[in-house]
């Protein structure tokens, strides 16, 4: 199994070396990528393609965040539903992270990434179950504005300081 999306986020400054801890959704099968990876870089398209990634980026997340899954799982390509089994797989992944960790209580960064023809949102967040780790959700769309790519990465362990401001 290849890593190469999470290596390149490594690389790009988004998430700190050392500090990835895990790859949660499918057994990592969201972040395999290409044996030729190309270079991660900032989104650089019109400001309204821009806001348009960033609008549904931020609209999966919220919808993954209120459970709703038949909303999110619509969105998701054939390939992206295959790699994740089912609905109730899906769906149950969910809700266990829902009591794990609560809900999210503050949000540390959204980031636009370009990779392996897919457009990255990536929204970095603190829950309140567990406030000193801060988790990356990543939402890959493909040229149809369809999610060709779902993962949950431990960002890291936050900063004493960070947690209580």
Same mark, same amino acid.
């Given at each position: 199994m290849k890593f190469s999306l999470a290596t390149r986020l490594l690389s790009s400054g988004l998430l700190r070396p050392g500090l990835l801890c895990a790859c949660l959704l499918s057994g990592g099968q969201g972040l395999a990528q290409s044996p030729a990876?190309?270079?991660?870089?900032?989104?650089?398209?019109?400001?309204?393609?821009?806001?348009?990634?960033?609008?549904?980026g931020r609209?999966?997340?919220?919808?993954?965040?209120?459970?709703?899954?038949?909303?999110?799982w619509?969105?998701?390509t054939p390939e992206l539903r295959a790699?994740?089994?089912?609905? &109730? %797989? +899906?769906?149950?992944y969910r809700e266990a992270?829902?009591?794990?960790?609560g809900a999210e209580t503050r949000v540390l960064s959204e980031r636009l990434l370009e990779a392996d023809g897919l457009r990255y949102y990536v929204r970095t967040a603190v829950f309140e179950?567990?406030?000193g780790q801060a988790w990356s959700v990543i939402v890959g769309f493909d040229?149809?504005?369809?999610? &060709? %790519? +779902?993962?949950i990465l431990l960002a890291g362990e936050l900063e004493e300081e960070e947690v209580r401001t």
């Open positions: 990876p190309n270079p991660v870089r900032p989104a650089q398209s019109a400001p309204e393609a821009t806001e348009r990634v960033t609008r549904q609209s999966v997340v919220q919808q993954f965040y209120a459970v709703k899954i038949d909303s999110v619509a969105t998701f790699s994740l089994g089912s609905l &109730a %797989a +899906f769906r149950a992270g829902v009591r794990e960790y179950r567990h406030p040229a149809k504005n369809r999610v &060709a %790519a +779902f993962t």
